[in-house]
Antibody, heavy 120, light 108 residues
């Protein structure tokens, strides 16, 4: 069974930093691109970032470029999202998601999410 | 960035009735379109991929159609467990991709 377990969500000050992690199991992590999707309270889904299966390709929604950095450690089956210069509008549940098949496809598995709150 | 627009924002339907949800892309995404269902307090669930293929375990009352810029999700006979928010998402070319703003299906 595929499992994606996010961690690292917390209360952060505006301008601060956080690192989210996503621990994956139940599939060959190194063979799939993985992504982050977020959802602000009461709002819709927003694509955040993605990384190719080998980690060489990273992608970000335009509004987040330069503040967030995605990475992965295939030896640890873990996806990361380094978030810096945090703003109140970054407050959201952050989901880790896996593609159904590798190669830029839809998302067939989602974690339960980790809550990031940015507030003074 | 491709903009995905869903309509209506809210759809009020009685159990057993048909529900039709629309999703429009600001430019062609070919057939690279997925639909997700999200219930309160839960992560989204994949319903449809490649515009019209049901994901594993999804009941046959869910169907998707369309290509290019116009897509439709149809629930043929709404069950109580289908009241939820539905999102479309394109995955054309490489990321970043975008989601629609969602359609909430509630009980009439």
């Amino acid at each position: 069974e595929v499992q994606l377990v996010e961690s690292g969500g917390d209360l952060a000050q505006p301008g601060g930093s956080l690192r989210l992690s996503c621990s994956a199991s139940g599939f060959t992590f190194s063979k799939y691109a993985v992504h982050w999707v977020r959802q602000a309270p009461g709002k819709g889904l927003e694509y955040v970032s993605g990384v190719s299966s080998d980690g060489t390709g990273t992608y970000y929604t335009d509004s987040l470029k330069g503040r967030f950095t995605v990475s992965r450690d295939n030896s640890k089956n873990t996806l990361y999202l380094q978030m810096s210069s945090l703003r109140p509008e970054d407050t959201a549940v952050y989901y880790c998601v896996k593609e159904r098949i590798n190669g830029w496809y839809d998302f067939d598995s989602w974690g339960q999410g980790t809550l990031v709150t940015v507030s003074s | 960035e491709i903009v995905m627009t869903q309509s209506p924002a809210t759809l009020s339907v009685s159990p057993g009735e048909r529900a039709t949800l629309s999703c429009r892309a600001s430019q062609s995404v070919r057939g690279h379109l997925a639909w997700y269902q999200q219930k309160p307090g839960q992560a989204p669930r994949l319903l449809i991929y490649d515009a019209s293929t049901r994901a594993s375990g999804i009941p046959a009352r869910f169907s998707g159609s369309g290509s290019g810029t116009e897509f439709t999700l149809t629930i043929s006979s709404l069950q109580s467990e289908d009241f939820a928010v539905y999102y479309c998402q394109h995955y054309d070319n490489r990321p970043p991709w975008t989601f629609g703003q969602g359609t909430k299906v509630d009980m009439k």
